[in-house]
């Protein structure tokens, strides 16, 4: 029975779209709930896809192609219960900050934390302290990530973070910041909470935010 | 207006006469430094710590770069060096405010006077504005504020006197980063072969036209965009090697696409391929290596001095270290470096200086591997065989794949099996790929994201 399961996280990791979507469809007919195939085939697929972009096993393209797959088999879920995994495992808002067209890293960071099962809303490059603000108050995201690779938009950072405090929103999110110029000493300064160096601990750091918001949110 | 004059033949037609430090058409710049003439020269590239930029902070700023030039030029003449170049290239905010732009010219400008009227030591200044048309997007290539600006600065550099303009642009590039991510040379060759291509006859016949206007040498468009962008991605392992080798030898025709519009150099540091340039248009060169690694890693750093007439550290900011600031420990590193260069050839050792610089990396990498002094007189003959831009980035992309085939099989470059894998897969997306630019733009515009880019920018219907 399990087979099917096994067949979808093989079809992700080849990265094959068309294959990935027959195969959920397959399991829903079986009767696999929506749950099982995204907890048991999809997340661990793609999670494993990290690890070996990690490892050096493959290559960015392999794992967009993955992602991609694993986007087609979530669609086939879809229609059965709309952002199950995103509201669950939590909505990222990303953006690099105004003045600066460096995306790659902002891209692949965003790339990774998508096939993870979060919910990310990738608001671009040169993007402004009011146009994430209105995100926030639009999207009601757990977490804020920004990206800057310049010297002089590294200090954007900082504005942002104030301007949302000032806002009053800043208790609403949790705050990442990234960027080849970015230092942890400089994220802790600015009040972030979060500074990571490369993708994979970006990952890591939002998995565990989240837990902490949850149990922030939950335990008291 | 300036018009391209497509090269049909080689500057250089005997590997023995690419060396560093000498190519066949050396320019002079306002000081008197000959480049390429025989001597290689530092060219110190400095950028500002992290800082906001804006009317409240801009005397701060101008402040910074008083001083760094300062430090530079002060450590120059300690080390008894005769002559410098510096780059001033900009960061965005002072291409988009020109003022700023300007001003901070003019004030690296006026310590240079001031250090040769003091000291002798002579200095030239390349100024690099940034391609600020990439700040809309989808980007408007020939109209707009950014373009306004971006020419008011190129003006503004040349009625201050800078020696020499070059430019990051970025024609192409919205396409160029998704097709990286996925390893497509397809799209790359369209990116790089049509697009950017298409808009650098555009751009630089704007700054032919404005470099001669004010006794300014135009000096060539760096392919960082699309080529160190790979590099940088390939030494992360995000993109296999061979990839971004292949990508490097590609962008060989857009650069060249500069000289033909009239640039005659020194290429700019980041354009790594300027062996080839300096083989195909014997205009002098730049090159960056080793002493770039403040600015990011790279898999060439030894090999890349094979060739150059100006050796760069592409840029670093400034920061306290304990010797003092980085920009000075730079210009000291730089000038170490030429002083061994030069001394190779004053003692008739640079052949076998050349020959360390190139084993000692080539076998290690792709990349390193794709610069090779023969490798470059392999390839680049090949790719001017054509007039056109097009199927000369094909031909580039197609004899990169064979030449790095040849040398994994005789086991002259080291790549492992994943990366090996890529060069298969490159060479049948290059068997593909029309040579006919209407029917190629017909072809590919389904798999591209059009919303990204205006195609008339481009003259693509
Ligand atoms: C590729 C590149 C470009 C490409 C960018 C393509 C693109 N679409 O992004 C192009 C050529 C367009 C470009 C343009 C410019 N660039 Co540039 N660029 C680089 C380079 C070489 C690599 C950046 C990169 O993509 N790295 C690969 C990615 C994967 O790494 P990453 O971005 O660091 O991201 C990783 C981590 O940092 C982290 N991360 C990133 N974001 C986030 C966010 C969060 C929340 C978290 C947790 C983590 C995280 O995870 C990522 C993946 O592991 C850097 C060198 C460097 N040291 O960074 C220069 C560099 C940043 N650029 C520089 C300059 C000067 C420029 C230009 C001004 C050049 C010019 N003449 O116009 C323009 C500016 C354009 C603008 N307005 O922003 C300078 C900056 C100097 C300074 N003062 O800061 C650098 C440092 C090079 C140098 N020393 O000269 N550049």
């Known amino acids: ?220 | 207006m300036s018009t391209r004059k497509p090269v049909t033949s080689m500057a250089v037609n005997s590997i023995d006469e690419l060396v560093y430090g000498k190519c066949k058409n050396p320019i002079t710049t306002k000081m008197g430094i000959q480049i390429g003439g025989g001597t290689v020269y530092p060219e110190l590239n400095h950028t500002l710590p992290p800082m906001i930029v804006n009317d409240s902070t801009i005397q701060e700023a101008y402040g910074i770069y008083k001083e760094m030039i300062e430090g530079i030029l002060k450590r120059a003449v300690e080390l008894h060096q005769d002559a410098v170049t510096i780059e001033y290239e900009t960061v965005p905010d002072f291409t988009e405010h020109p003022k700023y732009g300007i001003e901070s010219t003019k004030i690296i400008l006026d310590v240079m006077k001031e250090y040769n009227a003091k000291y002798g030591i002579k200095s030239a200044l390349r100024a690099t504005p940034n391609d600020m048309r990439e700040m809309k997007r989808p980007p408007i290539m020939r109209s707009g504020s950014f373009w306004e600006g971006m020419l008011e600065f190129f003006n503004g550099c040349g009625e201050l006197g800078a020696d020499y303009i070059s430019i990051e642009s970025t024609g192409g590039k919205e396409i160029n980063d998704e097709a990286l991510q996925m390893c497509r040379i397809d799209q790359i060759i369209f990116a790089m072969g049509v697009m950017a291509c298409t808009d650098m006859e555009f751009l630089w016949s704007n700054m032919v036209d404005i470099c001669n206007k004010h006794g300014m040498i135009a000096a060539g468009d760096s392919s960082c965009g699309f080529a160190n962008t790979a590099m940088v991605l390939a030494e992360n392992g995000y993109i296999p090697r061979t990839f971004a080798a292949v990508v490097r030898v590609a962008s060989v025709p857009r650069a060249l696409m500069a000289y033909e519009m009239g640039a005659t150099g020194p290429s700019k540091d980041c354009e790594y391929i300027g062996g080839y340039l300096k083989a195909i248009t014997g205009a002098p060169i730049a090159m960056e290596g080793r002493m770039a690694c403040g600015a990011h890693l790279s898999p060439v750093g030894n090999i890349a001095a094979v060739l150059p007439d100006l050796w760069s550290n592409e840029s670093i900011q400034q920061v306290q270290l304990l010797s003092g600031s980085a920009v000075t420990a730079g210009m000291e590193q730089l000038i170490y470096d030429c002083r061994m260069l030069n001394k190779a050839t004053e003692l008739g050792y640079q052949k076998q200086m050349m020959e360390i610089l190139q084993e000692s990396d080539s076998a290690l990498d792709p990349h390193a591997y794709i610069l090779r002094p023969d490798v470059i007189m392999q390839i680049a003959p090949e790719i001017i065989k054509s007039e056109d831009p097009l199927v000369r980035t094909k031909t580039a992309a197609a004899c990169a794949v064979k030449v790095l085939k040849e040398a994994v099989a005789a086991g002259k470059v080291k790549v492992d099996d994943r990366d090996a894998a890529y060069l298969d897969i490159m060479e049948e997306q290059i068997n593909e790929v029309p040579e006919d630019p209407a029917k190629f733009w017909e072809e590919i515009r389904e798999d591209l994201d059009e919303s990204k880019f205006v195609a008339s920018e481009y003259n693509l219907a």
Do not use: W
């Not at chain 1, 067949?7 to 397959?26: M, P, R």
């Not at chain 1, 808002?93 to 096939?115: E, R």
């Open chain 1, 1 to 220: 029975m399990e087979d099917i399961l096994q067949e979808l996280e093989e079809v992700i990791y080849s990265g094959d779209a068309q294959a990935a979507k027959s195969a959920t469809e397959k399991a829903l007919h079986l009767g696999y709930s929506t749950q099982s195939i995204v907890d048991k085939a999809l997340l661990p697929s793609m999670k494993e896809m990290g690890e070996k972009l990690r490892r050096g096993d493959v290559f960015i393209p392999e794992v967009l192609m993955a992602s991609r797959a694993m986007h087609a088999a979530m669609y086939a879920l879809k229609p059965i219960i709309s952002h199950y995994t995103g509201r669950r495992k939590g909505v990222i808002i990303i953006g690099t900050v105004a003045g600066d067209l460096h995306d790659i890293g902002k891209n692949l960071v965003s790339m990774l934390l998508s096939s993870r099962g979060f919910t990310v809303i990738d608001l671009g490059i040169d993007v402004t302290k009011e146009e994430f603000l209105e995100s926030i108050q639009n999207y009601h995201p757990d977490i804020v990530a920004l990206s800057a690779l310049l010297t002089t938009t590294v200090p954007e950072l900082k504005n942002i973070i104030d301007y949302i405090t000032e806002a009053g929103v800043r208790p609403q999110v949790s705050i990442m910041v990234g960027g080849a110029p970015v230092t942890a000493k400089y994220a802790k300064e600015i009040k972030a909470d979060v500074y990571t160096n490369d993708m994979f601990e970006a990952c890591e750091a939002a998995e565990e935010l989240i837990q902490r918001r949850i149990s922030k949110y939950t335990l008291k």
